[in-house]
């Protein structure tokens, strides 16, 4: 079997729009301002983990509590606009996370000039991939007093984490189709950073699957498998690697391949 072409095929058919509904992706493309889908994505990527109608509820329901505005309310929202939040909860993301991740994000776009430039200051054209960005961005986003609790919810490659949320995230945010025809899954509205420094996002699902078609190898789901699978991806498109993504997802998810 030529994988490539088999890979090829299935990216085709789930990197549509009619997937979009059911996937998290779907909160941010409720917004059309650059700053609310980045809001909005970094928010639900944080939160998603488990079933998605619970990941989608829970995010409409932030978004809801932000007035449908997140860039707007990251900037100005009053101290008493952030007590109903502390009832939050989305599994072991709770109301003292949601809090701070607040307020991290009012300091990133009040003074440190929004998410793209903080994770392209620490990024040069020949990084392989974005790791020192990720690490450097998740220092920055603790350098405020927070629980130490709260840490758990943005993953460090550098300590060999996956990181499959925000490699989702960057994911949404970076990659965008050649295709003219085409309308687009992500938004690709970071145009500083390029797509082949993604990393494809790894979970149990893709891991299976990427195993199961011998794209990788290494048994943990840990960076250094997230950097196997996405060399042997940069292969078959050394451009855009992670729209593979779409097919290992979806024939795990959706063919339980």
């Known amino acids: 079997m030529d994988i490539k072409s088999f ?17 998290p992706i779907s909160i941010p493309h409720q917004f059309s301002k650059k700053e609310d ?4 994505g970094f928010l639900t990527a944080t939160i998603a983990w488990g079933q998605r109608p619970t990941i989608l509820r829970n995010a409409n329901r932030l978004m809801e509590m932000m007035d449908n505005a997140p860039h707007q309310f990251i900037l100005y929202h009053s101290k008493n606009d952030l007590k109903p939040f502390s009832k939050f909860v989305h599994r072991t993301f709770n109301g003292i996370d949601c809090i701070y991740f607040i307020q991290s ?14 994770f392209n200051s ?22 405020l007093p927070h ?5 758990k919810h943005v993953a460090d490659p550098l300590a060999n984490s996956s990181a499959k949320r925000i490699c989702m995230y960057l994911r949404w945010m970076v990659r965008k189709d050649p295709d003219s025809y085409r309308d687009g899954v992500d938004f690709g509205i970071w145009n500083s950073i390029q797509m082949n420094q993604l990393s494809c996002p790894l979970d149990l699902h893709s891991a299976r699957v990427a195993r199961s078609l011998g794209l990788l190898q290494r048994k943990q789901n840990d960076w250094k498998a997230v950097t196997e699978l996405t060399n042997k991806l940069k292969e078959f498109d050394p451009l855009d690697p992670v729209k593979y993504d779409f097919a290992l997802f979806g024939l795990g998810i959706n063919e339980e391949f």
């Open 7 to 23: 890979l090829d095929e299935k990216a085709d058919l789930y990197n549509r729009p009619e997937f979009i509904t059911v996937d």
């Open 37 to 40: 889908i980045e809001i909005s």
């Open 105 to 118: 994000l009012h300091n990133i776009y009040k003074k440190n000039g929004g998410m793209e430039k903080v």
């Open 122 to 143: 620490h990024l040069t054209k020949k990084d392989a991939d974005l790791s020192n960005a990720i690490h450097q961005f998740r220092e920055l986003f603790f350098s």
């Open 147 to 151: 629980a130490a609790r709260s840490k």
